[in-house]
């Protein structure tokens, strides 16, 4: 099962890239589960620069939503809002149909940015017939160091809801797979 996990962060050393990254380490061998990191590498969406005009980074980033099988968003709060560059990928997304059907999840690496959940949640839900709202994943990352983060999250206690979590999401994408047979 190939899914994307998408970091709404550019910071460098940011907890939702830890976090994803981390999930990555500890997934299921039968998950291959693929960080894309670079969200600010995106250049600013315009309808200008689709078809032939779209630039090679679109295309790449676009390419490796079509070839997954689901998608994981981690993202922080900017002032209670969605990060402009995960605003941006999603605007490079929503004018192709790649998106329309891939199940798409949040985690959140943060006990804070709930205002920001809720606008992402309404924006995923009217671009994915299959953003599912209620499979979440929260643990609070703040202030904490990548090093540190994935250190912490590979213990027990963080694999128990992790694992789980990513075979709850892997069941859903089986069974959106199903419905379209």
Known sequence: MKILAISGSARKESTN???????????PSDIELT???????????????????TPTVVEDFIKSVS??????????EYIR????????????MVSRTEIIDIPIVLVHASSRG?????????????????FFEDLFLRISLIGKSPEKISEM???EK????????????????????????
């Open 158 to 181: 963080y694999k128990s809801q992790i694992t789980p979590f990513l075979l709850k999401f892997v069941s859903e994408i089986q069974k959106c797979r199903n419905e379209l047979e």
């Open 114 to 130: 709930d205002d920001m959940l809720v606008s992402l949640r309404r924006v995923l839900s009217t671009v994915s017939s299959n």
């Open 17 to 27: 890239t830890a976090l994803l990254r981390t999930m990555k380490d500890i997934a």
């Open 67 to 76: 070839d997954a099988d689901g998608i994981i968003i981690s993202s922080p």
């Open 35 to 53: 960080v894309f990191d670079h969200i600010n590498n995106l250049p600013v969406f315009s309808p200008d620069n689709e078809g032939e005009k």
């Open 81 to 92: 809002c969605i990060p402009g560059g995960l605003k941006n990928a999603i605007d490079w």
């Open 153 to 155: 999250l590979q213990t």
